[in-house]
């Protein structure tokens, strides 16, 4: 019974981090057209944070931690939400939704290389097939004239690689920090530390803050889905499987998150979906399964005898 309802959690976890994660480019590019980047997610995470501390109380979950433990939640904050998703959110006024997703498809490429340079961890053959299509794709994604041609998009490019940097170290150091046992409460020491670092950071770029009351109707909409949906119930997943499946398992969110993206973002912001950012879509995902499969084609095998 207890096998079966892990593998259920597992399943809807992994869920939550392919679809919900998906829809939140969308969310926030709708938000992020009205609001502040930094501010946008400032306001997002401390809020989740706080809501996460009041239902752990409500629930009898006790959120003492050590201070160890509270080191490491800021310093994964800061990687995942201050620097990994608050600058995600600054590029998204600069590159369309179905774009963003697609260049973050290639986290798995990252984390491989990552780990193989911090860790020594060997790449299988097959990783190397990952390697190579996974550059084909990005650059595939980034040449294409319709995209370098817009206002500030290739620093857009370059931060949303930067941030791929940050989250890649940050699933590697989660997986091995001490962190609260709690994946609820650890969820919200990082919401809340990381939305009060990009506090800190809305104030250093001059940012302007603007109250609820004065958001338009679809923009609180979507910090209610961000918040709720975004925050509280895809992070509180992603931090679970980074304790109970391997980094790179967890990376193939990368899979499904540009397909939702870019099908939303035609959808309601009828963004362009090219012919090549198509045939990239499909040689970075050929990649990321190269990546993460543990199958090795008989022809590798043969070059072993």
């Known amino acids: 019974m207890t096998k079966s309802r892990n593998t259920t959690l597992i399943v809807l976890a992994f869920f939550a981090i392919y679809v919900i994660w998906g829809s939140t480019y969308l969310l926030n590019k709708v938000a992020v057209l009205e609001l ?11 809020t989740a944070g706080i809501l996460i501390f009041i239902l752990a109380r409500l629930m009898g979950i006790p959120i003492r931690i050590t201070k160890r433990q509270w080191v490491n939640t ?15 959110v600054w590029a998204l006024r600069y590159v369309d939704t179905g774009f963003a997703a697609l260049e973050i498809s290639a986290q798995p490429l990252i984390i491989l290389l990552m780990m193989r340079a911090l860790e020594g961890k060997k790449i299988r053959p097959m990783s190397f097939v990952g390697v190579v299509f996974g550059i084909i794709g990005i650059y595939l994604l980034v040449s294409q004239k319709q995209v370098v041609s817009k206002e500030n998009s290739v620093l857009g490019m370059m931060m949303i690689f930067a941030c791929m940097l940050s989250w890649a170290y940050g699933s590697i150091f ?6 609260p046992s709690n994946y609820f409460v650890n969820t919200g020491y990082q919401m809340f ?14 940012e302007d803050w603007t109250s609820p009351i004065y958001w338009s109707f679809n923009v609180k909409l979507v910090m209610g889905l961000l918040v709720v949906f975004g925050s509280i119930l895809a992070f509180t ?13 967890v990376a193939t969110s990368t899979y499904v998150n540009p397909i939702v993206a870019m099908l939303l973002g035609w959808y309601f912001l009828k963004e362009e979906i090219t012919a090549q950012s198509i045939v990239a879509a499909v040689v ?12 090795t084609l008989a022809i590798f095998e043969r070059f072993k005898k």
């Open 174 to 179: 989660v997986a091995k920090a001490d962190l």
């Open 284 to 295: 970075l995902l050929t990649g990321v399964y190269f990546i993460n499969t543990k199958k």
């Open 74 to 88: 800021i310093f994964a904050g800061f990687l995942f939400l201050s620097f990994g998703n608050g600058v995600v």
């Open 193 to 206: 530390t990381g939305g009060i670092i990009l506090a800190i950071m809305s104030f250093g770029f001059g």
């Open 36 to 46: 502040a980047p930094f501010m946008l997610a400032s306001f997002r995470f401390t």
């Open 237 to 249: 997943s992603f931090n679970y499987l980074l304790k109970v499946v391997s980094p790179e398992k």
